[in-house]
């Protein structure tokens, strides 16, 4: 199994920065891939960024390119999502998560979730 607790969510003006960590502890070389998703109130949940733990490739949502950069600490088992620039639109739960079958596999572990809200 694994366990994944994310951190540093919080309340930011908007064109402010924010950085989430997401630790993850338990069987975690059975990880192929983490990411980073969001549900926003009344809205389906969304993949925002994802890595692949092995080769560090990269995927990001079109509404975040360019403000949001994922990274992950192997030593620490820890994953970082940097997030600048917000805008209110990127209010939501944002959810770690992890794969143990490619970033396009079932997501099997997640997080609890940590709130971002960004004001206007």
């Given at each position: ?25 338990g ?41 949001f950069?994922?990274?992950?600490d ?15 639109e ?31």
């Amino acid at each position: 199994q694994v366990q994944l607790v994310e951190s540093g969510g919080g309340s930011v003006q908007a064109g402010g920065s924010l950085r989430l960590s997401c630790a993850a502890s338990g069987y975690t070389y059975m990880i192929d891939c983490m990411g980073w998703f969001r549900q926003a109130p009344g809205k389906e949940r969304e993949r925002v960024v994802t890595i692949v733990t092995g080769t560090g490739g990269t995927y990001y949502a079109d509404s975040v390119k360019g403000r949001f950069a994922i990274s992950q600490d192997k030593a620490k088992n820890t994953l970082y999502l940097k997030m600048n620039s917000l805008k209110p639109e990127d209010t939501a739960i944002y959810y770690c998560a992890a794969s143990r079958f490619t970033c396009s596999g079932s997501w099997g572990y997640w997080g609890q979730g940590t709130q971002v809200t960004v004001s206007s």
